[in-house]
């Protein structure tokens, strides 16, 4: 039953993808309003969802934070949203997008925008969690100003590899380090789940600057609503952990970077990322052994 819907609703994917791709070529785009995939899971006075669903703006306001989440959960595919950021005094907030299981043993893929005070630049933190083990955080500073326009952050999550991008470039790779006894994110489903929340204990320049309050509220706005995924049904994961072969994300090709964008990658490594968990000694005086064989996915 539950593989008999996955079926239809790939098929429907297919088809939509295919009347999009038809639409593309003669018209402006087709967009996946915000109630096709998502609901808010916070107070609708703080999560509002405008232009018949085209944009979902988070507004942090003291003790309420804002959030949102898919109405399904997913195991590999692309899932990402464009965000424009709250301008300004953003101390201690964190505006994120995030995939996680639940249970103990959890898996969990985080892009976080860490706030910070009037005319210093928002961080990009990201973390990968799998089967409950985390603490691999990477930072790095932005090529343009979040808060400006809206811009694309994207997870590709395949069999092989999980490459996190913005605007199309990469910036981390997580790969299947599975033959040298690493966990993999390729056993649990996750939701995709999008807050603005205050870290005020950590999340600008450690903790030092906490949220004024006087600055709220702080609104981050979303869009990019379509989930281009396999979507899990009744938790069976079986579908989707194993086929279906001619689904993308099980393709070869996206399985490893190109030489070019491990050319790319290596460039926004050594120029933009300014905290490595994989480089720090104090924390982990053995490197991680995914750290040791993990850029090129080859
Ligand atoms: C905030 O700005 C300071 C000063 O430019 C910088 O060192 C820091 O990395 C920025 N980001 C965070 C999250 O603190």
Not at 40 to 53: E, I, K, P, R
Not at 162 to 184: K, Q, S
Not at 187 to 203: E, F, K, N, Y
């Amino acid at each position: 039953m539950a593989k008999l819907k996955g079926i239809r609703s790939l098929l429907v994917l297919g088809f939509v993808a295919a009347a999009f791709l038809a639409v593309v070529c003669h018209a402006a785009e087709f967009p996946v309003t915000f109630d096709a995939n998502f609901v808010v899971t916070s107070d609708g006075n703080h999560a509002q969802v405008l232009d018949g669903g085209q944009v979902v703006n988070l507004a942090l306001v003291e003790y309420s934070t804002a959030t949102f989440a898919s109405k399904s959960s997913y195991l590999f595919g692309s899932i990402g949203f464009n965000i424009k950021l709250a301008p300004g005094n953003t101390a201690g907030t964190v505006t994120t997008f995030f995939l996680a299981s639940s249970g103990d043993a959890h898996d969990e893929l985080d892009f976080e925008f860490l706030g910070n005070v009037s005319g210093q630049p928002y961080s990009l933190q990201t973390n990968v969690y799998a089967h409950g083990v985390g603490n691999r955080e990477q930072r790095i500073n932005l090529w343009f100003d979040p808060t400006a326009e809206f811009h694309s952050y994207t997870l590709r999550w395949t069999r092989e590899l999980i490459t996190f991008y913005v605007d199309n470039t990469p910036i981390r790779v997580f790969r299947n380090n599975e033959a040298i006894g690493v966990p993999y994110l390729n056993s649990q489903a996750m939701p995709i789940l999008a807050a603005v929340w205050d870290g005020s204990t950590w999340a600008t320049q450690g903790g030092k600057y906490p949220i004024n309050w006087a600055y709220q509220p702080f609104v981050a706005s979303y869009q990019g609503f379509g989930v281009d995924g396999c979507l899990v049904l009744n938790d069976d994961i079986s579908y989707c952990a194993t086929g279906p072969v001619d689904a993308w994300w099980n393709a070869q090709h996206y399985q490893y970077l190109t030489p070019e964008q491990i050319t790319t990658l290596k460039y926004v490594q050594s120029n933009y990322v300014y905290y490595d968990y994989c480089n720090d000694k104090v924390r982990y005086p053995i490197v991680p052994p995914e750290c040791v064989k993990n850029w090129y996915g080859s």
